[in-house]
């Protein structure tokens, strides 16, 4: 109930909040920007990217994927094939299973700006724990080939 009631609050406006977690995201790690190009063009910064009508769409994709962990909490193995496939995606185009805890620092940091004193450690526990059940999920679709030096 802790994690619907604090999405509630998040889910009507999935951009402007998704804006929040990215800014933060290359703030902690400048070095995932050169992953976000369309048609082959690098952003030269931050801001350009988070104004790209292709990035606002990842964030509109982002946001889904954790509107439907939200709604499937009770039962997160049915997404399961869905979030091992987003896994094998995100390796696909160069994505570190270690950025995924970035990611995890920018989801509380959003929610923590978005709800204000209403996010208690409670709140925060919650959230993290929802966060590591999908990136396991994710990193399941990840080649388990030992990485090449």
């Not at 800014?23 to 990217?49: G, H, I, M, V, W």
């Not at 994505?95 to 450690?121: D, N, R, W």
């Amino acid at each position: 109930s802790l994690i619907r009631e604090s999405w509630q609050r998040v889910s009507g406006s999935p951009v402007q909040h998704g804006l929040v977690l990215f800014t933060r995201l290359f703030d902690l790690d400048p070095d995932l920007l050169p992953l976000f190009q369309y048609n082959c063009k690098q952003f030269a910064s931050p801001q350009e990217c988070l104004s790209a009508p292709e990035f606002l769409d990842h964030i509109r994709k982002v946001m889904l994927v954790i509107d439907a962990a939200v709604s499937h909490l009770e039962n997160l193995s049915c997404l399961e094939e869905y979030l091992c496939n987003l896994g094998k995606k995100h390796q696909a185009v160069g994505v570190k299973v270690e950025s995924f805890s970035t990611v995890g620092e920018s989801l509380l940091y959003m929610l923590e700006k978005c709800l204000g004193t209403a996010f208690s450690p409670d709140v925060q526990e919650a959230w993290s724990k929802l966060y590591s059940a999908v990136v396991k999920a994710m990193q399941r679709g990840w080649d388990t080939l030992p990485e090449g030096d």
